[in-house]
């Protein structure tokens, strides 16, 4: 083994690197990826719990049939802030602050109309969470991604009152980029979901 | 303390020292890796210990027949509490704890990714640890198993809140363990020194990047199976429940496809520190290293596949047992292939035979009687025959303790010196190897015997004439030189932190980057950055320094190539991950209690968050006026 001595080291110079970056270079991106795919397991398990106990019944849905309306308006709801989002995650990774807190601004009131959306939604269910496994599933299911949104919207809030301090750090970009990022899940996490609950209620 | 990088050595664009505050403020706001790394350790192993009483108690009701030292709902308590502190509060615990010590110093990161979410990880831990102790004194220690089977473990056969206590048992500790494993992925990929490309990772990491994604996909399953075993309890769903559509196999099927991948979460590491203790010992490079990686991730895949074996005796398919039993036996062949590797290292070298390598030889001895039982367990008849009987226990135990268990202490005795700054006894050090290596044989090889004789598992005692006292006998006996054993290694560990000769930067003259530092390694903000140009780089001399960095900038560089790429602002000490892991523990302890309890502790959560993410006005930061204004030209204002 080589003995070496400090003196003898060759350094390598990084003053000139930059003091910030966005999207896949950051570590808070891939923080944020790998807490989507915890989220995903969870979900993914749910998901398959909800196949699962259906074999278990002769008759399915077994309960009352979902009401189609609340729960397709949250779903549009949900869709309707996917472009600003993504108007704000693009500004956001190319460090433009005023499309930035604009279009945050307008995804962060729609994330609220979805809420709102989602409470009529969660009031109309005609069954409660103890009549069936089924219903179990579907009450612990729209629970689940209720406190993901509610999650979402407040974090969109954070990140606006941030945005109007008088002294903004480098860092808001990336940080409103991931934010943006588990909206997107949040929001495309649903849909099989909403899928599966809502098109087998009509259908049956 | 001769380190190969220096910390004396000035460093570019030093910045402000932080406010000085109280001890113990500093204390519960630390957010160094080592002081986390070294919290995790010392606590999983204050659990080992606690965990080990509750064995001895329970070798001793089983010594002889119809014995009376535990009545039978003690001793119910004492196996579930004994299988969930080994599980969830020591093993996986101590792993992640070496981990986070030691993962950014041999990548040359100065700390972790998100150092604040790790000292969040270790309060909710130590919390949790807490909890199931406090619990288990007041008579409320959770008593249908570490797995907590249903319908035993349901409202209806479990009433009360003993299995409450386990579900939010789980709850802290997967919350703890997912936080540690997603700050070491980051660390790992983002926080490379330059030069430490991916195909240069010590075997360590490589294991300890393996197990993290591992957590990442195995823990939810049993945060899920949890939540809903506490509605079940609690809000009266009905999951488990079969008479309203619920099924009882499926939390088998949730919990095992957790539990199954939670056995190689535990022994990974642990074998990543066996490779790296045989390439200290016999100083030369890891024979086999692409394969041995390779090996790895392949154990980590196999392990999502076989969780069925755990329920042959539940009536599955013929098809689906074939397929389980077949993915059982192919996990024996990455393992195979990486004692090979070793073998193929220490052919026709002089190891050191040093108290680590000790660890590893009789690493060797028992995990290979584990491993060859597993394949046995494997094959659907053998399983039937056996199935929750002693057998299994002796299994396990050879599986985890050998795979786990003594490359922790080997760990631990390798790396003590950098922990510490000392070096432990060696004669201590022999002693306690051959008391744990002979109590641990004869503790448990008795119980092969035992199970193929019959006797069950989770009994509290047994009749005279099912001839089980004599091999019950032996093997309480064998409990206590393994009690013994891990005593005399923790007293060591102790009576060294004074009495120990004084290490130096690299006491085994090994060859990863940790041993560049001294001993024990600098706080994060004067760790140098070095330069890694090879798999070896302290022995192979081919190491630089990085300059150009503060003391309060961190590097990030790109994940495969280890390119450097930019530089962030390190955060803050705060107290906030202590205050959010203390809100957190109100309400899962609450939710017990109320339903209320969710609402008031996400709020206090909440509240917490927005303090501990509120900007601190230390980062880099630009006008805002001056942006708007140059909202066209954004190269302009990036400056």
């Given amino acids: 083994m080589k003995d070496l001595q400090h003196d003898d080291l060759p350094v390598l110079d990084l003053s000139g690197l930059p003091r910030h970056a966005t999207g896949l270079r950051t570590p808070l991106w891939w923080g944020t990826v790998l807490l989507i795919a915890i989220e995903s397991t969870c979900f993914a398990i749910l998901f398959n719990t909800y196949l699962y106990v259906r074999n278990n019944f002769d008759e399915w ?57 989602r409470v009529w939604e969660i009031q109309a269910i005609p069954f409660l969470w103890t009549g069936s496994a089924y219903a179990s599933v579907v009450w612990t299911s729209i629970g689940m991604h209720t406190l993901e949104i509610v999650t979402g919207a407040v974090e969109c809030v954070f990140m606006c009152v941030i945005l109007f301090r008088p002294r903004i750090e480098m860092k808001t970009f990336e940080d409103v980029e991931s934010s943006a990022l588990f909206w997107f899940f949040s929001v495309f996490v649903w ?14 | 303390m001769n380190s190969v990088l220096d910390p004396a050595l000035p460093t570019a664009n030093t910045t402000t020292e932080p406010r ?52 039978p709902d003690r001793y119910n308590q004492l196996f579930t509490t004994h299988g969930s502190t080994m599980m969830f509060l020591f093993a996986v615990p101590v792993m992640q704890g070496l981990g986070l010590y030691f993962v950014p110093l041999m990548v040359g990161a100065k700390n972790l990714a998100f150092p604040r979410l790790g000292s969040f990880a270790f309060w909710i831990y130590l919390f949790g640890g807490i909890f199931l102790y406090v619990s288990l004194l007041s008579n409320t220690g959770p008593d249908a198993g570490w797995f907590s089977y249903v319908p035993l473990a349901g409202p209806e056969h479990s009433p009360g809140k003993r299995v409450d206590v386990w579900a939010q048992l789980i709850t802290f500790t997967e919350l703890s363990a997912l936080s540690v494993a997603v700050n070491l992925i980051v660390t790992t990929f983002k926080h490379k020194a330059p030069g430490m490309s991916l195909d240069r990772l010590p075997i360590f990491v490589w294991a300890s990047l393996v197990t993290s994604f591992m957590v990442v996909f195995a823990m939810p399953a049993v945060i899920v199976a949890s939540g809903c075993l506490a509605l079940d309890r609690l809000v009266g769903t009905h999951f488990f429940n079969p008479a309203e559509g619920g099924d009882a196999l499926l939390w088998q099927h949730m919990f095992w496809f957790f539990g199954h991948p939670e056995v190689y979460i535990i022994f990974l590491p642990g074998i990543g520190m066996v490779s790296e203790i045989v390439v200290t010992a016999s100083r030369r490079p890891l024979f086999g290293y692409v394969p041995v990686v390779l090996a790895n991730v392949a154990t980590a895949i196999l392990a999502f596949g076989l969780w069925v074996h755990h329920m042959f005796a539940t009536g599955l398919p013929q098809l689906g047992a074939s397929f389980f039993t077949g993915a059982s036996i192919l996990i024996a062949i990455p393992t195979g292939v990486q004692f090979f590797c070793w073998i193929a290292t220490l052919w026709g070298s002089r ?57 922790m202490f080997g760990g631990i005795t390798h790396w003590y010196p950098k922990l510490t700054g000392r070096m432990l006894s060696e004669r ?101 950055v070095p330069v890694a140009s090879s798999r070896y780089p302290l022995w192979s001399g081919e190491l630089g320094r990085v300059v150009g960095l503060g003391r309060d900038e961190v590097l990030v560089t790109r994940a495969v190539d280890a390119d450097p790429d930019h530089v962030v602002h390190a955060p803050e000490p705060t107290i906030m991950p202590f205050f959010t892991a203390v809100c957190t523990a109100v309400m899962i302890i609450a939710c017990l209690f109320t339903p209320w309890g969710l609402p008031v502790g996400v709020t206090l959560i909440s509240i917490s968050l927005f303090i501990w993410f509120w900007p601190t006005d230390r980062e880099p930061a630009f006008d805002t006026n001056h942006r708007l204004r140059d909202e066209a030209n954004p190269r302009e204002v990036t400056r």
Wanted: hydrophobic share 50%.
């Fill in chain 1, 61 to 117: 849905p077994p309960d009352e049939r979902l009401h189609l309306l609340p729960g397709a308006l949250c779903c549009a709801a949900l869709l309707l802030t996917v472009p600003p989002t993504i108007l704000y995650r693009r500004a956001a990774h190319d460090e433009r602050f005023g499309p930035m807190r604009r279009w945050l601004i307008v995804a962060t009131a729609l994330s609220f109309v979805s809420v709102a959306l």
């Fill in chain 1, 191 to 204: 849909l099989p979901f909403a899928g599966l609950f809502y098109v087998e209620a009509v259908s049956r």
């Fill in chain 2, 20 to 71: 000085r505050r109280s001890s113990v403020y500093d204390w519960l706001a630390t957010t160094e890796h080592t002081a986390i790394g070294r919290r995790f350790i010392v606590t999983a192993l204050g659990f080992f210990v606690l965990g080990g009483v509750l064995a001895l108690l329970m070798r001793l009701q089983l010594a002889r027949p119809l014995a009376h030292v535990l009545g």
């Fill in chain 2, 351 to 407: 190891p050191a035979l040093r108290v680590p390598f000790g660890f590893v030889l009789a690493f060797f001895a028992t995990f290979l009687i584990g491993g060859l039982t597993g394949v046995m367990l494997a094959s659907v008849p053998i399983n039937l025959q056996v199935h929750d009987t002693f057998f299994v226990v002796a299994h396990l135990h050879y599986v985890l303790i050998g795979g786990a268990i003594f490359p």
């Fill in chain 2, 428 to 528: 201590l050090g022999w002693l306690a190897c051959g008391l744990v290596f002979v109590g641990f044989n004869l503790a448990f090889f008795p119980q092969h015997l035992l199970g193929l004789r019959g006797m069950p598992r989770r009994i509290y005692t047994y009749l005279p004439e099912t001839g089980w006292g004599f091999w019950n006998l032996v093997s309480t006996v064998g409990a206590f030189p393994l009690g013994l054993g891990a005593l005399v290694f923790l007293y060591n560990a102790a009576r060294s932190l004074r009495s120990g000769a004084r290490a130096e930067a690299n006491p085994w003259h090994a060859h990863s980057l940790e041993w560049a530092l001294s001993s024990p390694p600098p706080p994060s903000r004067d760790c140098p």
